[in-house]
């Protein structure tokens, strides 16, 4: 396959409209996997996602030009699944499994299209929010995420001339590949992808899983990018996220179901999927009451994604958990995937290395790490901490607690509420960078 020249393409954009996202499988493969549920048993759930930009020093609205949004917004608005994706995702084998999608929820899928939303300024950010049906507005996030974030990027690089776009590009190549040779010298480890949401672009994004899969060879597991996955004959990974447990929580009548959100969400994604799609994510709202209140079922689960408290620390708690349950953490996965850096892998790579089967999902500082690499010095490429979170379900308001209270979303009074119930037993502040 022939490779693009990212630079040269980069600098002779001289069309019309450039699109960010030009496939709806240009997303991450958990959002599919959510979908199929939510479709099969929530259809009538409504649910808002709104753009967050923890990062609060960087005035977005000031960088991005607004109606360069709005042209990336319509056009993922004319997007429809190809007939070749529907195909590839009907035939395809995901975790092991044939036909994970069921016949009913592709043929919806085939008329499937981003929903309408809501955009205006204040205060030098954004407000970005995608209102409906919860089966229509969770597709918005991945694909709001990559246009932002990539449209920052070509902010910044709109002046640089050919030489120093080339100049960029080859520091930023030399600093990934001597990342995938460190990695490499860690015998067993597998790294997996997971850039999507805050990626530099989708051409900087398909390089490094090209370079990854060529740098490591079978340590490199798949990507969660459902379209680079298809396109490299890749595994497509991930299972769920915090959107759900969210939402739960959200529609909950009482104290007590608020308390058994996390757990429900498990036992519906139960009935989907199994095996290696058993996956808990436990910190929406806080690891420790999670744990705490868990039922002893949940310990028969594949393993654990702990994603904001520090990575040896979260992941000996849950060993701890396994054990007290009487299983055998060595025949149990922890999947690693906040904020990794080289460093965080190796360091956690060799705490947990014969304790416990482990896996890595190596996210912003994968697709978005070009820190100190533009010959002209400029903070606009280095990444930012961009999300899009449930802010309502059915009206109600949403929240995420975290390990990390700099991680926290939702309504004060809300928040105050939630931390009454489940405690605030852990959690700890943290910098958070992406």
Not at 231 to 251: C, K, S, W
Not at 325 to 334: E, I, R, S, V, Y
Not at 383 to 397: D, H, T, W
Not at 415 to 425: A, D, S, W
């Amino acid at each position: 396959m022939a490779k693009t020249d990212i630079a040269r393409r980069v600098y002779n954009h001289t069309w019309k409209l450039d699109p960010i996202v030009r496939s709806l499988l240009d997303t991450d493969f958990y959002k599919l996997l959510m979908l199929q549920m939510i479709w099969g048993m929530y259809p009538k759930v409504d649910a808002t996602f709104s753009l967050i930009n923890r990062t609060t020093s960087v005035r977005l609205a000031d960088e991005i030009d607004e109606g360069e949004l709005r042209e990336q917004l319509d056009h993922a608005r004319t997007l429809r699944f190809s007939k070749k994706e529907m195909i590839w995702l009907g035939g395809n084998t995901f975790y092991g499994r044939k036909q994970i999608f069921e016949p009913e929820f592709l043929a919806w899928l085939e008329d499937f299209r981003l929903p309408e939303y809501e955009l205006s300024r204040r205060d030098g950010q954004f407000e970005l929010s995608f209102a409906g049906p919860w089966m229509y507005t969770t597709l918005w996030e991945i694909p709001a995420l990559a246009i932002i974030n990539e449209l920052r990027s070509r902010a910044a690089m709109r002046s640089f001339g050919p030489f120093t776009l080339d100049v960029l590009y080859a520091r930023a190549k030399a600093k990934m590949w001597d990342k995938t040779e460190r990695l490499k010298a860690l015998p067993g480890i597998r790294i997996s992808d997971f850039g999507t949401r805050r990626r530099h672009s989708f051409l900087w994004q398909r390089w490094c899983v090209e370079a990854l899969k060529e740098g490591i060879g079978e340590a490199f597991t798949g990507t969660s990018n459902v379209l680079l996955a298809m396109d490299n004959d890749l595994e497509a990974l991930g299972t769920n996220a915090h959107e759900l447990p969210m939402v739960f929580a959200a529609l909950a009548n009482s104290e007590q179901e608020l308390r058994e959100a996390p757990y429900k969400v498990l036992q519906d994604w139960q009935r989907y999927y199994g095996g290696n799609l058993l996956i808990v994510l436990p910190d929406t709202f806080g690891t420790a009451a999670f744990l705490r209140d868990a039922p002893d079922w949940i310990a028969d689960w594949t393993g654990f994604r702990p994603d904001s408290a520090p990575p040896i620390e979260g992941g000996e708690k849950i060993l701890s958990w396994w054990r007290e349950k009487g299983k055998d953490p060595k025949q149990k996965l922890l999947i690693f995937s906040d904020g990794l850096e080289v460093e965080t892998i190796e360091e956690t790579y060799k705490h947990f290395r014969g304790k416990v089967r482990m896996s890595f999902g190596w996210g912003t500082n994968l697709t978005n790490d070009f820190e100190g690499c533009a010959p002209t010095a400029t903070k606009s490429l280095d990444a930012i901490s961009l999300v899009c979170k449930v802010s309502e379900a059915n009206g109600r308001p949403a929240v995420k607690l975290s390990d990390n209270p700099a991680k926290a979303t939702g309504e004060e009074k809300e928040i105050k509420r939630y931390l009454r119930i489940f405690g605030e037993k852990d959690r700890v502040e943290q910098l958070v960078k992406v």
